[in-house]
């Protein structure tokens, strides 16, 4: 594991999908509104991170990988404004844009791996988007994809598809035929179940703290991305992955797992 970690830093990865900005609004409430019954914010502070797919680039990145993106620029991603009292959240504004994705020319060699992350904010609308996927596959690519909406018949070609339950449920009730690919499902504090054709292996969460559940889904996709475009396994990639995820719901906010605290997590599941 360690040296399959240690391949990140030679890793190029295509990030394509919806990127967003995650505003926390920090504050405190001490008295209800007399106008109607509802708390009074006072704001203290104000920090803004990258969520959707800028927050799986960043993650990738905090791994060691290089990336490229087909994002556009900042100021048209959606945002997502969260008041926070401590640990709480209060209250959440989206504003929304769609826009599609940006993307370079059409030449694979300098990629180790792609990963998709769809909110379903218009970057994997359009002819573009289904001709690097079946570019990517004739490559030998890994191609993993944190699906969204009714129908996923577009990421036809896929190696990884990494829906959580509810994303799963959703497809369910509206699907005519069945991903051909592997599946991770996400299952929040139950862990990752891997689906490979009929057979399902179950992987538990390994969190101790749990704060905030933000990002740790865009912290799952982007830890199964490297390690299979390093060359690790499938199992591999979700034991990986939930040490990750346990470490992102442990912080307060859309936050990253370093690519030490894997290592060191490594380390002390070799002595134990």
Same mark, same amino acid.
């Given at each position: ?77 959606? !945002? ?7 640990? !709480? ?27 998709? $992350? ?117 199992? !591999? ?26 290592? $060191? ?8």
């Amino acid at each position: 594991m360690k040296e399959l970690l240690a391949r990140f830093a030679t890793l190029k990865i295509l990030v394509t999908g919806d990127p967003m900005v995650d505003v926390y609004h920090f504050g405190h409430v001490t008295r209800i509104c007399p106008e109607a019954p509802v708390p009074v914010f006072v704001e203290e502070r104000l920090e803004r991170r990258n969520g959707g797919a800028a927050n799986v680039r960043d993650q990738l990145e905090a791994l060691g990988c290089a990336t490229e993106n087909t994002f556009p620029r900042y100021g048209e991603w959606s !945002q997502k404004h969260r008041y926070m009292v401590g640990h !709480q959240l209060l209250l959440r504004v989206d504003d929304d844009k769609r826009n599609p994705a940006d993307w370079p020319r059409l030449e694979l060699h300098s990629y180790q791996g792609m990963v998709v $992350s769809d909110y379903d904010k218009g970057a994997t609308v359009g002819a573009e988007f289904g001709e690097w996927l079946a570019a990517a596959r004739v490559a030998g690519l890994p191609v993993i994809v944190d699906p969204k909406g009714e129908s996923w018949d577009k990421y036809a070609g896929a190696t990884l598809l990494c829906p959580n339950s509810e994303e799963l449920v959703a497809h369910m009730r509206h699907a005519i035929s069945w991903p051909k690919c592997a599946m991770a499902i996400k299952r929040g504090p139950s862990g990752i179940d891997l689906c490979v054709g009929n057979t399902t292996t179950s992987y538990p969460a390994r969190a101790r703290h749990v704060f905030d559940v933000t990002g740790a889904g865009d912290t799952v996709t982007a830890v199964m991305t490297a390690t299979l475009a390093a060359g690790g396994t499938l199992a !591999q990639a979700c034991e990986l992955a939930n040490i990750a995820a346990g470490y992102v719901v442990g912080e307060v906010g859309t936050t990253v797992c370093p690519l030490e605290y894997l290592c $060191s997590a490594l380390d002390r599941k070799g002595e134990s």
